[in-house]
């Protein structure tokens, strides 16, 4: 059994197969986290893209933990250069069969500047195949792009797509990414941190499960779902 942890945000935890992963650490700062970069268990962290609300804590989690950093090439460099060892870089369209599972960088529209103003490569998401054969893909910060219906060819079991509008895919976009997706169960994400993307997730899970086969899971920071 798989299960996953929304946090608040975009940060989600993972347990699969034995292995804890945190993805887009982002809990100091964060106004609805339900836990703290101090309590959360971590094998493995992965990291989206650049921006404060998603590397966030990630130094001090790994550093903490000793957890492998898995993240694009810059951002790998980037920590390492920030005193992190433990750093696993790929790109976007290459996979890797790591302990937990075959993990792929997919495509993501938005940006990736490091805190420090360096450069933080290319944003993107996750296609995860777990050990037992369940795939999720993490879509973290992005727009919406029609490669999407390429990952809905893989069988998707679960897809975490953001839904605040503003600054990623908003309502209207996300329920176009499931259509194209069509995954089992569809869990939204990035939104309500701040009043700037503040949605209504209720009222756009009965549109996605009136308007397709998808089943939508709401989560409360803290919350679970297992898989």
């Not at 929304?6 to 347990?15: I, N, P, V």
């Not at 804590?57 to 920590?79: C, F, M, P, Q, Y």
């Not at 895919?169 to 309500?192: E, F, S, W």
Request: charge should be negative; proline fraction near 4%; charged fraction near 20%.
């Amino acid at each position: 059994m798989n299960r996953l942890t929304w946090y608040g945000h975009a940060t989600l935890g993972l347990e699969t197969d034995g292995h804890h992963l945190v993805i887009d650490p982002f809990f100091e700062g964060n106004p609805v986290a339900s836990t703290t970069a101090d309590q959360v268990e971590a094998d493995f962290i992965l990291v989206s893209h650049g921006h404060g609300d998603h590397i966030g804590d990630t130094v001090r989690i790994a550093k903490r933990t000793g957890a492998v950093v898995i993240s694009n090439h810059e951002i790998a460099i980037w920590l390492q250069k920030n005193g992190l060892e433990k750093v696993h870089g790929q790109h976007i369209g290459g996979g890797y069969r790591h302990t937990f599972g075959y993990l792929k960088l997919t495509l993501a529209l938005h940006g990736s500047q490091l805190p420090d103003g360096s450069d933080g490569g290319n944003p993107c998401g996750f296609l995860l195949t777990a050990n037992d054969g369940k795939k999720i893909y993490l879509a973290q910060d992005t727009g919406l792009f029609g490669d999407m219906k390429l990952i809905g060819e893989e069988g998707i079991d679960v897809a975490v797509l953001p839904i605040g509008d503003n600054y990623t895919m908003g309502p209207g976009d996300a329920l176009r990414a499931v259509k194209m997706l069509q995954p089992q169960t569809v869990i939204p994400i990035h939104y309500n941190t701040f009043d700037l993307i503040k949605q209504d997730a209720s009222a756009w899970a009965a549109r996605v499960e009136t308007e397709t086969d998808s089943k939508v899971a709401v989560l409360k920071p803290g919350e679970q779902f297992n898989f």
